[in-house]
């Protein structure tokens, strides 16, 4: 865990991400497009940046957007998958109850 001092020092540090099989450096504030090929002007897929300390993967396009900072994932995904999702994201159905729902629709007691 940093200091307040550490965590600002690297803040500005560009991360070591690996898209495609290829390492990159993402720099502070800067995104990088993710295309679907490598043809410049192909479809964007989803964008990437450094959010302070945190990495964000986000697609438009899916509703889809993942934020990982070393330590925790989050996972925000749109209403579009209201009761379609199972295992790690629950069902995201709105029910407490229902959190821990496998793959198989069976309820887990705990995580």
């Keep these: 865990e940093f ?3 550490e965590e600002k020092v690297h ?6 991400v690996t898209i495609d099989g ?3 450096q993402l720099q502070p504030n800067k995104v990088r497009l ?3 090929d490598s043809s410049p002007h192909s ?7 450094r959010c302070g300390s945190s990495v964000e ?9 993942v934020r990982v900072d070393g330590y925790n994932v989050q996972i925000l995904v749109s209403h579009d998958y209201r ?3 199972a295992g790690l994201c629950s069902n995201f159905d ?12 069976e309820i887990y007691q705990s995580p």
């Design 43 to 49: 479809k964007v897929i989803c964008t990437l940046r």
């Design 34 to 36: 993710i295309r679907q």
């Design 22 to 24: 290829s390492e990159q």
């Design 11 to 16: 803040q500005h540090k560009p991360v070591q």
């Design 3 to 5: 200091s307040s001092s």
């Design 94 to 105: 709105g029910e407490q109850t229902n959190e821990y729902e496998g793959p198989r629709e």
């Design 83 to 85: 009761s379609k999702l």
């Design 57 to 65: 993967l986000k697609s438009a396009e899916h509703g889809l957007t």
